[in-house]
């Protein structure tokens, strides 16, 4: 099966990628690495800044629509999946939708129904735009609400989830928000992660630590996902404990050197909003350390475990931030057995060979499905 796979969020494509190739299939990236993180694709399509880098990048785009043909399956990461207008986009997905046998909608981060659904049915007890029943009126959230709601990316976004053969949640709070409306396309899929060979930092035998907490803050997106929050409550845990717990912290940095940066950590504070693990603290999870962040019992039920509950949940509150770090501080007995499930969590539900095969099996279905 010819593969084509357009943009990126996180990683993963790319990672996916490698877990379709493993599988016998051929597979093609096209993205822009997720602008800073610069992770692996085989055609760039990154743009420079300023008028000029936008014409350049409009003149590449359009010069490698004649490579972007001929696929069995293509997969957009999102409706914007390249870094032009939505009203150049559209008519770049009905030619992608014309030369080629399936497209796929990926329900990977922000779109229109992630901003929508929050904002008036509200599936979550808590999303990045509700707290309950009340709205989030920060200027972050309010910023992505003004970006999607009324706007031509709405308009891309109904026009793709409608049109295309299948989307693919891969968390289950995007399932939440596109699964109602699109019951016989959508399926849930976790995100892809590929095995690693690091030593956990807490095993039988090792000279006792501090506990190594770890960090990351994206540019522009820290009120909105609440790590300015997750910050302040582990700035607070380290002065109250500073010779049990260290504190690192990477911002705006390439992949390669936040992956450098994080390892040898014990827990990694990550999406104060979110209810599951995304890529990132997956990532660290598949390195034995500890996801502090959401693992509600959604997360869980949706991929059907009944035994393994390695991250430590907290509320979108400083104050449940702060509790379990204490708890962590002061428990540092327990990381050996967390740190050890949270590898086993990702080999189970997140390998990325086991990943790619289901997404293999959604592909040649497309009529959509639901998971169990």
Known sequence: MRILLIGEYSNVHATLAEGLRALGQQVTVVSNGDFWKD???????????????????????????????GYDVVQLINPMFLELKAERIAPIYKYLRKHNK????????MDYYWVHENITR???????????NRLRNDEPAMRERRDWIGTAKES???????????????????WACYGPLFPH????????????????????????????????????????????????????????YPHLVELRIAEGVPFNQYTQMMNGSDAIL???????????????????????????PENYDILGDNDLRPIINVE??????????????THLDEMPRLQAESIAYTERYHHYVKVAQQYLDFYQSSSGATPK
């Open 270 to 296: 990550d999406q104060l909003y979110s209810y599951t693990p995304s890529m990132n603290p997956l990532e660290a999870m598949s390195r034995g350390i500890i996801c502090v962040g959401g693992g509600e």
């Open 185 to 240: 396309k959508t399926t849930f899929i976790p995100f892809p992660i590929k095995p690693k060979t690091q030593p956990m930092a807490y095993q039988e035998g090792n000279a006792p630590h501090p506990l190594r907490l770890f960090i990351g803050i994206s540019k522009g997106r820290s009120a909105y996902k609440g790590t300015d929050i997750m910050l302040e409550a582990a700035q607070a845990i380290k002065t109250k």
């Open 316 to 329: 979108p509150t400083r104050e449940s931030v702060y509790n379990a770090l204490e708890w962590m501080a």
């Open 156 to 174: 891309l976004n109904k026009m793709i989830a409608e049109d295309c053969d299948g989307i693919i949640a891969g968390l289950y709070e995007y």
């Open 39 to 69: 992770y692996p694709r085989d055609i760039d399509l990154s743009r420079r800044p300023g008028k000029w880098g936008g014409l350049a990048y409009l003149a590449k785009t359009m010069a490698t629509l004649h490579k972007l043909r």
């Open 102 to 109: 399936k497209v796929f909608l990926g329900a990977f981060g």
């Open 122 to 132: 509200m599936p979550l007890r808590y999303s990045d735009f509700n707290i309950g």
